[in-house]
């Protein structure tokens, strides 16, 4: 039988960071912010998830007597400077479609756990950053994200995994704790700039950047298009200005050649510009928040992000974007973007597109004319 030593000897060797043990009991204050905060948190069991339930490890496996949580560092490497900024770091080199990073370490612990007699199952909906810190790897943030407690210089460029598993070992240490430094004066708070950081250790998931990136309803609010600002899927802003992060974001990494090599398909005229099939091939094996049905979504967020650069060499290609597509959405927010570029080309476009609009549509194109009355 394997003693924990043995499975944190494999674990490392397998590439994980850290690795800790907890009990199976339910997450309570899981349930209790929930519970108490179901008004943020409604939207979650539209999408399938449901975080209740899985507040209950047991619900996952009957028999489970352990967790496992292993820490995975997915910023090991420098990720291409035209990507970094605009797509969230841990969606960079996310595999769960392809499965050939993060899965294929899941699946050689899991192998060894199974070849000495233990069985083990990978809850979808645990809450795993807390069963992180229950097992003792770390603590959180106010920004509500976890921090590792030992590796990565205790940073939270880590994705936990909580792994179930049906043989009893001792728990580890609990560490749920808040450990941000007093000096800190909430840079997190202060710099998320859809004020999705509510107060400290409360976020209001509906309006960071991440969920209205790839789940946002409609046409994006005016109010938020600019505060989004060059992000089209995901956002770094709260962990990049943590001083807790600065040791990790001081270093001089290796390049990442795997995500260097898929880097040209993200290329903004090129996602601007996409079809269901290039999506399929390039798009939706690495960051799959959104269907084929929701080109819409990314061709929205990449206009707005083409807006934001206030680079006018993206005139052309908005202008052609919106001859090319009949999306209200994207095409409202392409008229949204060319006025806040300005110049001859876009007033040009902008005023020709005007002649066949109504409704929702004129409206934004009256809104970005304005932009270029002196
Ligand atoms: S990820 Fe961005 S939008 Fe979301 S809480 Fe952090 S700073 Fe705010
Ligand atoms: S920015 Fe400051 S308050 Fe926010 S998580 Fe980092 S240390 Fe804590």
């Given at each position: 039988m394997l003693g924990k030593t043995e499975?944190?000897?494999?674990?490392?060797?397998?590439g994980f960071c850290d690795i800790g043990f907890t009990g199976i009991e339910p997450f309570t204050s899981q349930l209790q912010i929930l519970q108490e905060r179901s008004d943020l948190y409604h939207w979650t069991l539209e999408k399938g998830m449901d975080l209740q339930k899985g507040a209950d490890p047991t619900t996952a496996m009957p028999e489970a007597k352990t967790l496992i949580v292993v820490l995975d560092n997915y910023y090991q490497s420098a990720f291409p400077s035209s990507m970094v900024g605009k797509f969230g770091?841990?969606?960079?080199?996310?595999?769960?479609v392809t499965r050939d990073g993060l899965a294929i370490r899941i699946k050689q612990l899991r192998s060894y756990l199974r070849e000495?007699?233990?069985?083990?199952?990978?809850?979808?909906?645990?809450?795993?950053?807390l069963a992180?810190?229950?097992?003792g790897l770390g603590g959180f943030g106010k920004n509500c994200l976890f921090y590792a407690g030992r590796a990565v210089r205790q940073s939270s460029w880590v994705l936990p995994v909580a792994?179930?598993?049906d043989h009893e070992f001792t728990a580890d240490p609990p560490s749920v704790e808040v450990n941000c430094p007093k000096w800190c004066r909430n840079a997190c708070i202060s710099a998320c700039p859809t004020g999705a950081l509510i107060s400290p250790n409360k976020i209001d998931p509906r309006r960071c950047i991440s969920y209205l990136s790839y789940y946002g309803e409609g046409l994006t609010p005016l109010e938020l298009r600019e505060p989004m600002g060059m992000w089209v899927y995901g956002c770094d802003r709260c962990q990049n200005v943590c001083p807790r992060n600065e040791p990790w974001l001081a270093q001089e990494l290796p390049e990442n050649n795997k995500v260097n090599a898929k880097a040209s398909s993200f290329d903004l005229i090129q996602l601007l510009h996409m079809d269901?099939?290039?999506f399929k091939r390039y798009i939706k094996p690495h960051m799959f928040y959104m269907s084929s049905h929701d080109l819409w979504r990314w061709k929205m967020n990449v206009a707005r992000v083409m807006g934001n650069s206030h680079d006018r060499n993206y005139a052309g290609n908005l202008i052609l974007a919106y001859r090319e597509n009949d999306d209200?959405?994207?095409?409202?927010m392409i008229a949204w973007a060319l006025g806040q570029l300005g110049g001859a080309e876009a007033l040009l476009a902008l005023q020709?597109?005007?002649?066949d609009a109504d409704g929702l549509l004129k409206d934004e194109i009256d809104l970005a004319l304005t932009k270029f009355i002196a």
């Open positions: 499975i944190i000897k494999k674990a490392m060797e397998i770091r841990c969606y960079l080199d996310d595999d769960r000495n007699g233990i069985q083990s199952t990978v809850p979808a909906f645990l809450p795993h950053r992180a810190a229950r097992a792994i179930l598993i269901r099939e290039y209200e959405r994207v095409r409202a020709d597109f005007a002649h």
